[in-house]
T-cell receptor
Framework: QKEVEQNSGPLSVPEGAIASLNCTYSDRGSQSFFWYRQYSGKSPELIMSIYSNGDKEDGRFTAQLNKASQYVSLLIRDSQPSDSATYLCAVSLLEGAQKLVFGQGTRLTINP | IAGITQAPTSQILAAGRRMTLRCTQDMRHNAMYWYRQDLGLGLRLIHYSNTAGTTGKGEVPDGYSVSRANTDDFPLTLASAVPSQTSVYFC????????????FGAGSRLTVL
């Protein structure tokens, strides 16, 4: 079992709708959780981080963490074509990115 | 513009040849990392360095070596390239305050024939 699992997609969502991206992880000791966005042919960029159970909102993005169920999700409200990208979930046991484990990414397409 | 510079952008290499991918950052970040990204496998850590003068092995270190002579530079060397090392390589860095927050370079696409 991979340590961090994501549905590779592609996930297709109409413009203006809510896109929901999910990620599960295997290590119950995980402490830090991140969502990176990667446009095709480009490098990943951090869009959200979350460290405690519950929701964290930043503009149109909401990260949700449930440590008991070992999942973290990313909601994108009012989806725009510019949100079309691959979204990488990353999970860390400890401080220090050498402990950061990435999922394989979910490819999201927003249809105008 | 502050950030990470990787070179070359793209390279085709014959198997058995030696290759060094260069990475330079100007943000004075202590920690630097090398990842490879393959379709369906996501990003996998090859080697890392928490500070100048120290390095460590990541998830997939075999066939690769690194050095960290100073804060800014973190080259990745393939001593004798093999086709399975065909991949996109990303260099990244992080500062101490946001140790898990990575800044990535633009990537180097390497093809080994």
């Amino acid at each position: 079992q991979k340590e961090v699992e994501q549905n590779s997609g592609p996930l297709s969502v109409p413009e203006g709708a809510i896109a929901s991206l999910n990620c599960t992880y295997s290590d119950r000791g995980s402490q830090s959780f991140f969502w990176y966005r990667q446009y095709s042919g480009k490098s990943p960029e951090l869009i959200m981080s979350i460290y405690s159970n519950g929701d964290k909102e930043d503009g149109r993005f909401t990260a949700q963490l449930n440590k008991a169920s070992q999942y973290v999700s990313l909601l994108i409200r009012d989806s725009q074509p510019s949100d079309s990208a691959t979204y990488l979930c990353a999970v860390s046991l400890l401080e220090g990115a050498q402990k950061l484990v990435f999922g394989q990414g979910t490819r999201l397409t927003i249809n105008p | 513009i502050a950030g990470i510079t990787q070179a070359p952008t793209s390279q085709i290499l014959a198997a058995g040849r030696r290759m060094t991918l260069r990475c330079t950052q100007d943000m004075r970040h202590n920690a630097m990392y090398w990842y490879r990204q393959d379709l369906g496998l996501g990003l996998r850590l090859i080697h890392y360095s928490n500070t100048a003068g120290t390095t460590g092995k990541g998830e997939v270190p075999d066939g690769y070596s690194v050095s960290r002579a100073n804060t800014d530079d973190f080259p990745l060397t393939l001593a004798s390239a093999v086709p399975s090392q065909t991949s996109v390589y990303f260099c990244a860095s992080s500062d101490e305050s946001g140790a898990n927050v990575l800044t990535f370079g633009a990537g180097s696409r390497l093809t080994v024939l």
